[in-house]
């Protein structure tokens, strides 16, 4: 017991700064022995005391390891964070890479999409090259540079546009900056891809005055026999207050000489209409469809450029066109011969100057005219192609227009048995698989026919020495005969060259044939009767030349007896009662020379 009391005593004294020894320090009666009631109360208190402190350690124990538990959880989330940087970085070298393989496929693709650009173009202009005796007829519709090449003089810069008018609802091309030149044009407008031989250029024009010159003065007109900018011809019609002339002249060396000129009648502030009719030996210009001069040329001229051109004042141009064509019907006007006293006839020599000195023509000069939209509005109505060319809106599809012909193109992969069997069939050269297996030939000539693909029109050849003038060929179409039939195809004959198509083929000795004579300029319709011809019809025609595609058409209705001949979608030749041959097989017929097929149709006429 005493024992206890001792070590009571011994606590109480090292916690002589506890607050409860603090309470005893104001016991003035000093100390007083304890009981045994109050000596257990103190114990419990002292062990419950012993046991918060306790509880404390444990806590301050926890919150020391605490610490550590966060470091913990903190190093995790820096690793964590390590492997999501580098996880990035090497993602961002990868979509570096992929960037730059992307870029560099990028610049391939470019290089490929300037490669076929290039292409592209090379084959327009060999198309255009090889299509460049074709007629020209604008229509308003492509982009102006595409056929247009612009030439200024002088520092003057000019505006050629296309330009919807809203007063009328038509469209015209104009030359819109007032400009003035004395004597050489200011502005030229070159056709590109276009020559012509014979036939016609055509323009209607309105002229405004040039607003430098006190007197109402305005010049514009047509270009032909363009060498290079500084040699060509020009015809021009000039406005002077009231007064009309219209002047042939040239521009030799930059030199300009005027040729012809005289008065004419004409009204300013109109539209007037410019023709050139170019022959062999001469040239016919009519104002107004009526001839007003006549000049002998003592050149031809195989490459004659032509073109537009305004010298003062601006210019208005509508209804252009070039090229051998039936004039007539292109424009719905006839042009009238006038009384000789009426017509100005002259000669245009050719000076060594002109014609036959070479002279670098400077590329430099050369420009594309107004690109940037080529109508003030938009205009959504489809137009015909400006060239009538195969598998497009050209003659083929005019005629079909015009008349009900089914043109029904058959599988490829039906055999020509089956064909036969079905008689009257229709046949598409350019569509139908070529197999020259289907076609029939006589005298042994079939090596002397070839097949050509130029830029997927299919062409058949015949090529013949001129020696041998008298050499018929042909090729008939097994798989095909009809009661009334329709035939269609384009025609290009070399010089001194006669071919054309044959139909209502029966034998060798049974036929008839349409022929095409460049030399005589003749189309002629003939029947073959027991091997004797027999000819039913001829017709001059001055539009048949060796330099440009003919498109033949020929309507036959069979067992009525009616033909039908058409040259470029003009009737020539109209026949009636003619005997018929049941058979009615088609082909393509050589007399002598040169000449090659395209875009042949075989179709039965419906009625």
């Known amino acids: 017991m005493k024992s206890c009391i001792y070590s009571v005593l011994s606590f109480f004294l090292s916690l002589k700064y506890s607050t409860k020894v603090f309470a005893l320090k104001g016991v003035q009666e000093g100390l007083i022995p304890l009981g045994k009631e109050d000596g257990s109360l103190i114990i419990n208190s002292l062990l419950k005391y012993k046991d918060e402190m306790e509880a404390q350690m444990n806590l301050l124990k926890k919150n020391e390891n605490l610490p550590n538990e966060v470091d913990s959880q903190l190093k995790e989330l820096y690793d964590q964070i390590k492997i999501v940087r580098e996880t990035q970085l090497e993602q961002k070298s990868t979509l570096l890479n992929f960037s730059k393989s992307l870029e560099q496929t990028k610049l391939s693709f470019f290089k490929m999409l300037g490669e076929y650009e290039n292409r592209i173009n ?13 007629p020209f007829i604008e229509k308003f519709m492509y982009p102006i540079s595409k056929y247009w090449l612009k030439i200024d003089f002088a520092n003057v810069k000019s505006l050629w546009k296309y330009e919807k008018k809203k007063k009328g609802n038509y469209i015209s091309l104009n030359q819109e900056e007032d400009i003035t030149s004395l004597k050489t044009p ?10 012509l031989m014979e036939g016609y250029i055509h323009i209607d024009m309105l002229q405004i005055s040039s607003s430098a010159n006190q007197a109402k003065q305005s010049t514009a007109g047509v270009v032909f ?30 030199m300009y000489k005027r040729i012809l000129s005289r008065r004419v009648n004409a009204q300013s502030g109109v539209f007037n209409s410019l023709t050139c009719e170019f022959t062999a030996t001469k040239m016919d210009i009519f104002l107004n469809y009526k001839k007003v001069m006549e000049v002998n040329l003592t050149h031809i001229y195989t490459n004659n450029t032509v073109g537009l051109f305004t010298k003062m004042g601006r210019a208005e141009f509508i209804n252009i066109l070039s090229g051998n064509i039936h004039f007539e019907k292109a424009l719905k006007q006839k042009l009238m011969d006038s009384r000789d006293a009426d017509v100005l006839r002259g000669n245009l020599l050719d000076s060594y100057r002109f014609s036959k000195k070479i002279a670098r023509d400077d590329l430099s000069v050369y420009e594309m005219p107004y690109a940037h939209g080529d109508y003030d509005s938009w205009f959504g109505e489809h137009m015909d192609n400006v060239y009538p060319v195969p598998d497009s809106n050209s003659y083929h599809e005019m005629d079909e227009k015009k008349r ?23 046949y598409h050269m350019n569509t139908t698989h070529f197999n020259i297996s289907d076609w029939d030939e006589n005298n042994n000539t079939l ?14 050849v015949f090529n013949d020495s001129y020696k041998n003038i008298h050499s018929k060929s042909w090729l008939v179409y097994k798989y095909s005969s009809c009661n009334s039939v329709s035939v269609a195809a384009y025609l290009k004959l070399e010089n001194e060259t006669k ?11 049974n036929m008839y044939i349409l022929t095409i004579s460049t030399s005589r300029k003749e189309v002629v319709l003939k029947r073959y009767e027991n091997g004797t011809e027999i000819i039913l019809m001829s017709r001059y025609a001055k539009n048949i030349n060796s330099f440009q595609r003919h498109h033949v058409l020929i309507d036959d209705v069979g067992e009525k007896g009616t033909i039908h001949v058409f040259l470029d979608s003009e009737e020539l030749l109209s026949l009636n009662n003619a005997p018929y041959y049941k058979s009615g097989m088609i082909g393509l017929y050589i007399e002598h020379g040169y000449a090659s097929f395209d875009t042949l149709k075989i179709g039965p006429i419906k009625g």
Not at 186 to 195: D, E, F, N, V, W
Not at 411 to 419: A, F, L, N, P, V
Not at 499 to 509: E, I, K, S, V, W
Request: hydrophobic letters at 35%; aromatic letters at 12%; proline letters at 1%.
């Open 122 to 134: 090379q084959l327009e202009y060999t198309t255009m090259d090889i299509k460049k005796y074709d």
């Open 447 to 460: 090596s002397k026919w070839r097949v050509i693909n130029e830029y997927g029109i299919i062409r058949i």
């Open 499 to 509: 071919a054309g198509l044959l139909f209502r083929y029966d034998n060798g000795d």
């Open 404 to 426: 009900d012909v089914s043109y029904n193109v058959h599988d490829s992969h039906i055999t020509g048995k089956e064909q036969y069997d079905r008689l009257c069939n229709s």
């Open 186 to 195: 200011a502005t030229i407008l070159l056709l590109r891809y276009h020559k």
């Open 225 to 254: 026999h363009f060498l290079n900018p500084q040699n060509f011809r020009l015809v021009e019609l000039s406005f002077i207050n009231e007064e009309a002339f219209c002047s042939v002249g040239e521009v030799s060396n930059s």
